[in-house]
Each structure stands twice: as C-alpha cells, then as structure tokens.
C-alpha cells in the first residue's frame, strides 16, 4: 500500500495532467471531443485510498505457510 507522500505525488501528477487536458480540440472543419473522465476517476481513486489509509488502523498481515511431506 502506497504512503500518504506517494498518494499525495500521484494525486498532483494526475491533477496536474488534468488541467493540461484539452475536451475539445479543432483543427480546420475537423473536431475531436476527448473523455475526460478517467482522469477525474483517477482522482477519486487517490482520494479514497488517501482516506483509506488515514482512517484504517495499521492491520497485520497474516500469512501461513502449508508444508507437507508429500509431493501435491
């Protein structure tokens, strides 16, 4: 799981991607129309990881190791 630094980095990268996207863009009679709604998910994503992990108690993680004297 990223750190509050690391969600805080990507957070600006995407915002600062975002705002030098263009929706539209038209060059002579021709137009392309641009679906800006990843970067805006992007975002929501950071921002519920960032609120994830403010707010979530730190959870150990438990692991278990099966050994068997047989071939499985």
Do not use: C, F, W
């Amino acid at each position: 799981m990223p750190t509050l630094d690391e969600l805080e980095l990507q957070r600006q990268a995407v915002l600062k991607r975002a705002v030098s996207l263009t929706k539209t863009v038209v060059h002579g009679d021709k137009r392309v129309d641009y679906d800006l709604t990843m970067a805006q998910q992007a975002l929501a994503l950071i921002e519920s990881e960032k609120e994830h992990a403010t707010d979530a108690p730190k959870r150990r993680v438990r692991q278990m190791r099966i050994v068997s004297n047989k071939d499985l």
